[in-house]
C-alpha cells in the first residue's frame, strides 16, 4: 500500500502552540492510541537553525505524528521536510492557516491564502524532498473572501502541487484587526462550505476543524467528510479521547484516569532524571477531571505542589491519594 493512504486521520487533536508539546502528545497517547497528533507550529528557521533536539525530538510512544511548520520559502520547506522525515515523523503539514501578526509578519500561516502560486511552489518542493505525505491546514477563507468558487481553486492548486490532505477550519481567517483568540471565534463557522469542498473533490481527504464538542458532532462530520481535527475541547478535557477511543474507534479496552496518571508518573520519573521540570508535564493535566467530582481538588493539589518552575517531583508521591479519592467519589455517583 502507498504510504501516503496508512495514515488514519479519523480523528485528529490539532496543532496548538504552548499546548500539544511532546509532553502533552505522550500525555494524550495514554488515552489514545488510534487519533493522528500534530506538533505546535514550527518556524522552518528554529527548524534548521535552532537546538534541534529541544524544538522537534519525541518519543516512539507519540506516533502516529505530524509535524506541523510555518514558513514560506521554498527551499527551507524542502529542508524542513527532509529533517522531519529521517527524524522519523509519519507527516509533515504546512500551516496556511494561523492569522497572528508575528505570524503574517514572517509570511506564513493564514495570509498565505493570498498567493495561491506560491503555496504551491512551497508545497511542491517540500513534496520533491521527503517521501512522508505532505498535508495542508488552512481556513474557508480571510477578510472579506469567504467565497466557494475562491477556496475550491486554491485547493486544486495544492492538490496539483502534491498535497492530497487538507484539513479546513471552518471558519474565516479576519487578518487585520481580531486577535489569534478572537479569530477563533467571532468568524462563524461554516460546516456547510467544508461539505461542498468535499462533495466537489471525491478524491480529497478533507479533514474538518472547528468547534467540535460532541460525540454526536464527530459521527455527524464523518458522514460528509473524511474525518475531523479537534483542539481546544481535547486540551480542556483530555479524557474526551477515551470516548473518541469507545465510540468511533469502537476501543473496548481504555484505561481509567488513574491508570493514565500512574503510567504518567513512570514517564514523569524518567523525564526528571533528564532534567525536565516537573511543571513542564504537570501543566497539561488541569483539565483530567473536567466535569467530574474532585476536579477543583485536583487543580488545587497541581496548584499547591506541581506547577511552581521548581515543583519537585517527591511531592507527585501523594497524587495517587488524590486520584483514588476522585475515583471513589466518582463511582459513588455512577
Ligand atoms: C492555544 C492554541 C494554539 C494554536 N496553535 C496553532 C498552531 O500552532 N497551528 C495551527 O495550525 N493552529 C493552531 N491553533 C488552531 C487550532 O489548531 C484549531 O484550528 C482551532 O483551535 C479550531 O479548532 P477547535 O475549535 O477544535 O479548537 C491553535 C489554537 C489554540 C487554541
Redesign the pocket.
Known amino acids: 500500500m502507498d504510504i501516503k493512504n496508512k495514515i488514519n486521520r479519523k480523528v485528529s487533536v490539532?496543532?496548538?502552540?504552548?499546548?500539544t508539546d511532546r509532553h502533552d502528545r505522550f500525555f494524550m497517547r495514554l488515552m489514545s492510541k488510534n487519533v493522528m497528533l500534530y506538533s505546535?507550529?514550527v518556524a522552518t528557521k528554529s527548524a534548521i537553525h535552532g537546538d534541534r533536539k529541544k524544538i522537534l525530538s519525541f518519543s516512539e510512544e507519540e506516533k502516529p505524528l505530524a509535524l506541523?511548520v510555518g514558513g514560506s520559502d521554498k527551499k527551507e520547506l524542502a529542508e524542513v521536510s527532509k529533517i522531519a522525515e529521517d527524524m522519523g515523523y509519519d507527516e509533515i503539514n504546512i500551516?496556511l492557516?494561523?492569522p497572528s501578526k508575528k505570524v503574517q509578519k514572517n509570511k506564513f500561516g493564514a495570509c498565505l491564502m493570498k498567493e495561491p502560486d506560491l503555496v504551491g511552489e512551497c508545497i511542491n518542493s517540500m513534496v520533491n524532498s521527503c517521501k512522508i505525505p505532505v498535508t495542508a491546514?488552512t481556513r474557508i477563507g480571510f477578510d472579506q473572501t469567504e467565497d466557494f468558487e475562491y477556496l475550491n481553486s486554491f485547493l486544486n492548486q495544492i492538490k496539483m502541487a502534491g498535497c492530497n490532505t487538507i484539513m479546513l477550519?471552518a471558519r474565516k481567517a479576519i487578518l487585520k484587526g481580531l486577535s489569534p483568540k478572537q479569530n477563533?471565534t467571532i468568524p462563524k463557522l461554516n460546516y456547510q462550505m467544508v461539505y461542498d469542498i468535499k462533495k466537489e473533490n471525491p478524491n480529497l481527504e478533507i479533514i474538518i476543524?472547528?468547534?467540535?464538542t460532541k460525540i454526536e458532532e464527530i459521527k455527524n462530520h464523518l458522514v460528509h467528510c473524511d474525518g475531523v481535527?479537534?483542539?481546544?475541547?481535547i486540551?480542556q478535557n483530555p479524557f474526551f479521547l477515551v470516548e473518541i477511543e469507545k465510540n468511533i474507534f469502537n476501543n473496548k479496552k481504555n484505561p481509567t484516569r488513574e491508570e493514565v496518571v500512574k503510567q504518567l508518573l513512570e514517564y514523569l520519573e524518567k523525564e526528571v532524571k533528564i532534567g525536565t521540570k516537573v511543571n513542564h508535564i504537570m501543566r497539561h493535566t488541569v483539565g483530567l477531571y473536567h466535569g467530574q467530582i474532585g476536579s477543583k481538588d485536583w487543580k488545587r493539589y497541581l496548584s499547591n505542589n506541581m506547577m511552581a518552575r521548581d515543583s519537585d517531583f517527591q511531592k507527585s508521591k501523594h497524587i495517587m491519594t488524590i486520584v483514588q479519592n476522585n475515583e471513589k467519589a466518582n463511582q459513588v455517583i455512577v
Do not use: V
Open positions: 490539532a496543532p496548538m502552540m504552548d499546548c505546535e507550529m506541523q500551516n492557516g494561523c491546514k477550519h477563533l476543524n472547528g468547534g467540535i481535527m479537534i483542539g481546544r475541547l486540551y
